[in-house]
Structure formats: C-alpha cells, structure tokens
C-alpha cells in the first residue's frame, strides 16, 4: 500500500517533461544526442505507459479478488491501430502530454504520426474486434481478447504503374512495441499430428493424444484501457517458439541443420496474417494458426479456472467465449479433449458445459469463405480432434434422426460432415452444433444466415439464432480522427457526455436548420476536407478544391463491394463533362473521387480494378479540358490511420454491395457518424441506417436482396440490353482511352459474356439516378448541411457500445466490474 501511494506521489508530481526526457536518457540511453520526432514518440509512449500500467495491474488484481464471470473474445484478427492517442484520450491526460510535449518543442499530433499502425487483420472483421475490446473496456466489462501475434501483419501496399504491389509488413522490426508486454512467465505447449492411444479404465476406454511435435505458445499482452474508467483489460496475443532450446547433441553431432530446423517450423505458425478476406485457402499452416492459438488460449482459461480452485462445471458461470467467425472453431472440440482425457468427465457432462460457453458469431454467407478442412488433413494434424469431431455428428445425426425419421435430405444437410471426396469438415456447422448462441451482425444478414445458409440448423434451434448488429467505438472514430467536430459536440451538446453516451447527439437533431450550428458544422467538414486534400497532394501530388464534392470508396477490393461500378460511372462522367457545353459544364458540380483498398494478392480480376482506377485516374487528372469538374485518386495502403484521415473528410461515401452480400459494413456508420450522407444500395446495415435517419437522408439505389434471385434467373433466360451509356463506357475502355484494352481484357469478359452475377449492369441506371440526386442536393448548401447533422445525430444505435451491452446481456449474461479509483 505504502510502494503504492509513493509510486502515485511520485507520477502527480513528475511533470511530463520531466517524465518524457527521463525515457529519452535512461530508457533510451541518448543522452548526448539532439531529441528526435521517433525517439520522442517512443520516451512518450514509454511516459503514458506508465500511467496505463498502473491501472491495468490494478484492474486485474481487482478481478482476481472479485472473481465476477469473464468474456474471452477469440479473433484470428485485431487491426488495432494506432495507441499513443487513443491512450491519452482514455486516461484523459490530453491536456498535460499537449502542453507537455509542446514545452518540448514539439506537437503531439506529429509524435504520434510516429506510431506504426500494426495491421494484424485484413479488414471489417478485425477492425470490428478492436471496437469491441474498446467498448468492453469502457463498459467495465471484464473481457479478454486473444489472437495471435503475427510477425508480419497485412502487407504494405505499394502502387507502381498503377498496379498494387506487395510488400511485406515486419512490423516490428527497427521499433519497440511499447504497447505490450512479453509475459516470459505465461507459455504453454501445443502438439500437433501425433497419435491417440486407447487405455481401458475400468469397463471404460479413456483417450490419449500422444507423440507429434511440441510448440510454444508465448503470451503478449496489451493493455486495452477504458474510456475516463480505471478498468484497463488484456489483449493477449500468442507468438509461437521451439519448446526446447537447441539440443546441445544435436549440435556436437553436426545436426545443426535439424534442430534449426524445427525451430524454424515453429516459429513459422505466427509468422504472418492470411491475407485474404472471403476466400478459404484451405492451407495447413492456417489450421495450426488456429489450433496454435486455441489450444493456448483454452489452456489459459483452464489454469485460471483452477487457480480460483472451481471444477469444470463452473466453466459456463466464469467464462463466456465468443468465436469470431469460424476461425477459432476447433476450440470446441479441443475444449472437449482437455474435458474427456486430460479432466476425465464424461461426454454428456462436458458436452453440456461446453455449449454453454460457446458463442459463435457469423460474418459472411459468401459460400467461398465458409471454412470447410479436408479430413485427412485434420486425421494427421490434430488425430484425436477429428476423432472427436465424428463424436459430435454422430450424437448430432442420432438427434436429428429422432426429431425427423428417415429424412435422409436433411441428415447429409446437417451433418457436420460433407461427403464428398476427400470429406471436409463444415466448421460453421460445427460451431453451431457447439454452441448455445449463433449471431449475424445486422438485421438483414441475421435473417439470411437463418433462411438462406442454415435453414435446417434454424429449423432444429430457432431459439440459438440471433441478431447483434455491428458498432464502432466513438472513442477512436469520432473523438480521435475528427477533432474539430468532436469540440462542436462538446459545445454544442455541453459537455463530453457523448463520447460514452452516443444517443445525446440526438439533441442535435432539433437544431438541425439553426444557421450557427450549420455554419460550424460546415467549418469543421470543411478542415476535415483540407487535410485530406494535403494528403491527397503530398502522396498523389494532385491538387484537389475542398469546394468540390468528396466522393469516398474505401475498403477492401471485391467484386460484390462493386468498385468496378464506380469507376465506371466515373468514366461516363468523364464523357458526359467532355461532351458538355461551357454552359453545362457551370453548372456541374465538381467532383473529387477517392478510393483506397487492398486487394488479396492472388484476386486476378480485384487486381485488374485497382489498374483500371488507376488508369482511369491518369487519363482524367491530366486533362486540362476537365480541369476541377473532375479528378480521381487512389490512396495507397488504406489502414486504420489512413481511415483516420480519409473518413471525416467525406460529403459522400459508397456502400453498394450487391443487395445480400455485404454482411454489415461498419465504415459506413463511421461515414455517417462524422457527418458524411452515404449513398448505398439496400445490403447490411445501410438498411437499419436508413431506418435511423431516414430513408430520404440516404441516397439508395439498386436491386433488393429478395430480388436478386431472381433477376438473375430472368438474366439467364433473356439477357436485356446493356444500358446505352454503360455499353459506351465499354466502347471507351475498348477503344484504348485508358491504357491498351488488353489490361483490361478480363474485366471487359467479365462485364460482357458474364451473367452479371454482381448485378453491375442491372444496377448501373438506378446508380446514376441516385448519382444526380446527389449533386442536385448538393449545390443546396442548406439542406446538404441540414441532412448531414440530422443523419449524424441519428447515428446513436451504431457504437458498440451499444452492441456489446447487447452482447453481454443476451449471449454472455455478463455484469460490469467498475474497478474503483
Ligand atoms: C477464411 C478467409 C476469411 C477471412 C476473413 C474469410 C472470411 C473473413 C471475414 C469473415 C471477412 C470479413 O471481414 N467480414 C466482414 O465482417 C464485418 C464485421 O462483421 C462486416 O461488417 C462485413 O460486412 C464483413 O464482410
């Protein structure tokens, strides 16, 4: 108590200064040498880290004595961002590093561009893990995040000649991470391949995983802290390492080579992200990546469990754990594993307090990216798992059966076993059968999983299938990445109140037509808008007018978000302006298009779009004739600091997915929440959206999802005529006007002797209406800036902090643990 009260003595009276140039000399021995931006970023990191540790030791010992029941959220995926800000911010400190800093000769906002923004995720799915850890936080939930500890994140993105390149994202070389701690006292061992050897106990057969080889799993942790609360929780992300160091015989003996060997297999399971979305590559060292981190993390669980001396049974009352998609599923059958052979309870009893502590949440219904393993694979890898998994469908199949006799249609749909050759294993179907709670992440997509993907697992468990529709923290994507309106908030709404209570900027709403709001509203979109355009000029080197309209796409590159679409459309406004008289073209509004996404590296046509932007971007930036009616750029390596910058700097952003495919979307609600309309077809959350602010707040386009099945039988029975203004674009593409029409070859085949599965072609009339509905509003300052705050105003449902209390009241029964001060 006494170390405690001098320690917080010792931080209220050190000065930031004082505290940051005690890291530059002692903790980075430069103490002769002139400070640097990066060497300050880091003394300041270390500075603040201080502060954040204290609180998080505390809110963990403070756990430890309260005992409450726990969540573990496992994602294969967190893409964080960057810390040193969000810290400040949630420790509410800002005032003191400010000055601090600024005593220092420097700015803060510079220091922290320092930071390198880790990309351990490829999009949506970890982005949104990261929102929650926050919300969690903040909400005084005891949570923990586990996830792996890729060495190399999602690759860099590099445009040359227009086309991405490449580049690998070792993150952490050449920096400290001072956002986490390696915990040298918590590792456990995973075995992989091996064999199951049976011991008869009694008149019962008990089951042994043997032999195989051993890794290690090591434990990072990051503190995850809270926003104005002391609760600071754990993200702990596991590194794998060779279990032995190097047998000192195999050296003598010359078996250098085998022994490094083995290390370097080990080390290669946390070596690097997947960097696909959507598609399931199917590859063995992605399923030890999950194994790798299940089997770690489960042991954790365990041994916490144990250490509050409470037997299994309890494990349902202690620990929620959430499933981040399919990718952590073989969780379930290695929970049971550890409960049959290693604890010895029987089957029923470990299989009921394993569904109660499974949830498993589905974020996509692409059938590409619905994970299915070969089972000779799973036989060699993780025997005494597939043996397991057999277990599970047999006693599910046996329960199918009694409920529906000799449906044999039913049985193979529901098996998690799928009979084809070699037989795969349908991991979502394992989850489901595994869990009590199977979640989609906004309405529509909810209602699809259960009409569309799993009908028969609906029919047999209505009751496990539920809705959470997706949130973002308004800590980092309001508060954080949009500063000027942030401080309007506080004013306008008299106080911060609204960083933790979103719903108060409903007030705002009433003063949606009062003209000093308006006029500040615009003033702060306004600042958003000109350091875009800095960044636009300084890494495109085009210049761009903050009085031109801000059209936004950014996200991954896929054929169902429609990039291709957009560009299209560009290129017919790039005719019709060419085509238009002096006359017309004073009285078009100017556009400034922007795109930024990655594409997977092995997506030939993704690849082929962001060739075409960028051509398209060539030709029409450096026509003269378009001069600022027009320009287009493409933002290369789009993370979460680059949407930092990008999304509160947009009039419009575009969400138009084929109707049906887009599961939720979340940047459309960080669109929406920093002011900007968004302009969408009827997919994901643009639908509940709309709802929220209106549906005449919204610009919306496009076939309806319960349409799309059928238009596309109508299409395959009697193609209709390609629209005259898209078959000119065609032409234009054909003819050269962007490069040689071979580069284009294939997205050219895919638009003309395609089905247009992606309903591009079917949508392309209804998206240039909705298109010219835009700039009709927007030459109305007024009702522009009117829509804008009313929709931002309306935005309250979509943080997720409204999604976790969801979450935590209806699938982990979780209460909060306000650690006190
Ligand atoms: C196996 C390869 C793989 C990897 C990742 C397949 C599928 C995925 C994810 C499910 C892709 C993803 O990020 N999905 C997105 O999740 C977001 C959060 O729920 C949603 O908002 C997006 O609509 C959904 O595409």
């Not at 995040?145 to 050449?174: A, H, K, N, S, T």
């Not at 195999?250 to 959507?278: K, M, T, W």
Request: with cysteine; aromatic share 10%; net charge neutral.
């Amino acid at each position: 108590k006494r170390q405690h009260a001098l320690a917080q003595e010792h931080l209220k009276v050190e000065p930031v200064e004082a505290s940051v140039l005690r890291h530059v000399q002692y903790t980075l021995a430069r103490r002769h040498q002139p400070l640097t931006a990066p060497d300050l970023y880091l003394a300041t990191a270390l500075s603040v880290r201080e502060r954040l540790i204290e609180r998080w030791t505390d809110t963990q010992s403070y756990y430890t004595t309260k005992d409450p029941k726990r969540v573990c959220y496992l994602s294969l995926e967190y893409l964080v961002g960057r810390c040193l800000q969000n810290t400040i911010h949630n420790l509410g400190v800002e005032n003191e590093y400010t000055r601090g800093i600024a005593a220092l000769g420097y700015e803060l906002e510079d220091l922290a561009a320092e930071e390198h923004d880790p990309a351990l995720g490829n999009g949506g799915l970890g982005r949104l893990a990261s929102c929650f850890l926050d919300s969690m936080a903040t909400l005084n939930y005891p949570a923990w995040g586990y996830g792996l500890r890729y060495r190399y994140g999602m690759f860099e993105q590099r445009i040359e000649r227009g086309q991405q390149r490449e580049v690998p994202d070792y993150w952490l070389q050449g920096h400290t991470n001072p956002w986490e701690v390696q915990r040298l006292d918590i590792s456990y061992p995973v075995r992989f391949y091996g064999h199951v050897h049976a011991v008869r106990q009694g008149c019962n057969l008990r089951y042994q995983w043997e032999g195989g080889e051993i890794v290690k799993a090591q434990a990072f942790d990051s503190p995850i802290p809270g926003y104005r609360t002391r609760n600071t929780n754990t993200m702990r992300l596991w590194s794998s390492c060779a279990w032995d160091e190097f047998d000192l015989n195999a050296f003598n003996a010359g078996q250098l080579a085998a022994a490094s060997e083995a290390r370097v297999r080990a080390e290669s399971i946390s070596a690097v992200l997947y960097p696909n979305d959507h598609t399931d590559a199917g590859k063995e060292l992605r399923l030890k990546q999950q194994f790798f981190f299940v089997s770690a993390t489960l042991q954790d669980v365990v041994r916490r469990l144990k250490r509050s001396r409470r037997p299994l049974a309890e494990l349902p009352d202690k620990v929620a754990i959430q499933l981040n998609d399919t990718h952590p599923t073989i969780a379930i059958p290695e929970l049971m594993r550890i409960m049959l052979d290693v604890e010895g309870l029987e089957w029923a009893e470990a299989w009921s307090i394993s569904t109660r502590t499974f949830a498993y949440t589905n974020h996509t219904i692409l059938p590409e990216a619905l994970e299915r393993w070969p089972v000779p694979l799973l036989e060699r890898l993780l025997p005494r798992h597939m043996q397991i998994i057999y277990e599970i469908n047999h006693r599910h199949l046996q329960e199918v059966e009694a409920r529906w006799p000799h449906d044999t249609e039913r049985l193979s749909a529901l098996s998690i076993i799928e009979e084809s050759f070699p037989k795969m294993v349908r991991m979502a179907v394992l989850a489901i059968v595994g869990s009590h709670s199977v979640n989609g992440v906004a309405e529509i997509h909810t209602g699809l999983v259960r009409t569309r993907l799993f009908p028969q697992l609906a029919d047999m468990w209505p009751e496990r299938f539920n809705n959470k529709t997706n949130g973002v923290t308004p800590r980092r994507w309001l508060l954080l990445a949009n500063p000027s309106l942030a401080a309007l908030l506080t004013k306008w709404l008299g106080g911060q109140g609204w960083v933790t209570d979103i719903e108060r900027l409903r007030i705002l709403k009433a003063h949606a037509a009062n003209p000093d709001l308006q006029q500040e509203w615009a003033a702060s979109k306004r600042v958003n808008k000109l350091r875009l355009a800095d960044y636009i000029q300084r890494h495109c080197g085009v210049e761009v007018s903050a009085d031109a309209l801000f059209d936004v796409h950014v996200k991954r590159i896929h054929e169902y978000k429609r990039q291709l679409l957009n560009i299209l459309s560009i290129v017919h406004r790039y005719n019709v302006i060419k085509a238009a008289s002096p006359e017309e073209r004073a009285h078009m509004v100017p556009h400034v298009k922007v795109f930024a996404g990655k594409a997977a590296a092995g997506y030939y046509l993704a690849k082929r779009v962001i060739h075409l932007i960028n051509s398209v971007a060539a030709v029409v930036n450096g026509d003269p004739d378009v001069g600022p009616l027009l320009k287009v750029v493409f933002l290369a390596n789009y993370n979460v600091s680059l949407a930092e910058v990008i999304i509160p700097a947009s009039d419009i952003s575009q969400h138009i997915s084929t109707a049906g495919m887009e599961a939720s979307g979340t940047s459309n609600m960080k669109f929406a929440l920093n002011g900007g309309l968004i302009l969408g077809t009827m997919d994901g959350a643009n639908i509940e959206i709309a709802d929220a602010i209106g549906r005449h707040n919204m610009f919306v386009f496009g076939a309806a999802a319960e349409d799309t099945d059928g238009l596309r039988r109508e299409m395959a029975y009697q193609p209709p005529p390609t629209d005259e203004r898209l078959q000119q674009v065609y032409s234009c593409i054909e003819a050269g006007a962007f490069g040689p029409a071979s580069d284009f070859r294939a997205i050219l085949d895919s638009l003309q002797h395609g089905n247009d599965f992606y309903l591009l072609a079917h949508d392309f009339p209804s998206y240039l209406e909705a298109q010219a509905e835009v700039d009709r509003v927007f030459v109305n300052k007024a009702d522009w800036i009117h829509r804008s705050i009313v929709s931002a105003s309306c935005m309250g449902r979509f943080s997720s902090d409204r999604t976790i209390s969801e979450y935590a009241a209806n699938i982990w029964h979780l209460e909060a643990v306000p650690c006190p001060e």
